[in-house]
């Protein structure tokens, strides 16, 4: 079973629309932690938010929004008013500890998110 | 800007050659990745470092193989690579291993 869910493989908006793209996960731990990464074109993974296991919070910043339900172990995540440029891949990761004081991040296989004009 | 920066960005290299994917970390971070990005598979985690040691290896072949020689530095040795190595590398970097990593802009490697 994968540890990290990523249901939507692609999804494509038109610009200005809201759009949520869900994250499932799997652990034992009671402490853990939950990131979301953007991938644009040009390669490169850029970090967006991390989530301890211990604060349920959800987090909003600017047009992006986190909503955490440990009870349906979810971490879905969403982009208000959608732009062109926020077109990339995003990937939902899992760090989990793999013993001592070592922790290993699994990520999820990704959610093609295509905004048009 | 990028805090970790990787050279080369993209590498061609035949099945028998020699090369090397260099690594940087300006962030003072004490852990670092390599990761394997391919376009059929997930991202997948290949080598971690924490504190300059090896903490994890994840059955990668022989054929790849990690150096660290300081906390800023990450180099990984390519020999005699198949084609289905041919990938988008990744390094990374965290301040501690639990935290969020940050990423070079990788290396596109093509085996031929």
């Known amino acids: 079973a994968q540890k990290v869910t990523q249901a939507q493989t692609e999804i494509s908006v038109v610009e200005k629309e809201d759009v949520t793209l869900d994250c499932v996960y799997e652990?034992?731990?009671?402490?853990?932690?939950l990131f979301w990464y953007k991938q644009p074109p040009s390669g490169e993974l850029v970090f967006l938010i991390r989530?301890?296991?211990?604060?349920?919070q959800n987090e909003i910043s600017g047009r992006y929004s986190w909503n955490f339900q440990k009870s349906t172990s979810s971490f879905n995540f969403t982009i208000t008013a959608s732009q062109v440029v926020d077109s990339a891949v995003y990937f939902c990761?899992?760090?989990?500890?793999?013993?001592?004081?070592?922790?290993?991040?699994?990520f999820g296989k990704g959610t093609l998110l295509t905004v048009n004009p | 800007e990028t805090g970790v920066t990787q050279t080369p960005r993209h590498l061609v290299m035949g099945m028998t050659n020699k090369k090397s994917l260099k690594c940087e970390q300006h962030?003072?971070?004490?852990?670092m990745y390599w990761y394997k990005q391919s376009a059929k598979k997930p991202l997948e985690l290949m080598f971690v470092?924490?504190?300059?040691?090896?903490?994890e290896n994840n059955s990668v072949p022989s054929r790849f193989s990690p150096e660290c020689p300081n906390s800023s530095h990450l180099f990984l040795h390519l020999h005699t690579l198949q084609p289905e190595d041919s990938a988008l590398y990744l390094c990374?970097?965290?301040?501690?291993?639990?935290?969020?990593?940050?990423f070079g802009p990788g290396t596109r490697l093509t085996v031929t």
């Open positions: 962030l003072g971070h004490n852990a």
């Open positions: 990374a970097s965290s301040r501690l291993p639990a935290q969020e990593q940050y």
């Open positions: 990761a899992l760090s989990e500890n793999s013993g001592g004081s070592n922790y290993k991040l699994t």
């Open positions: 470092y924490s504190l300059e040691e090896r903490v």
């Open positions: 652990t034992r731990d009671t402490t853990y932690y």
């Open positions: 989530r301890n296991s211990f604060d349920e």
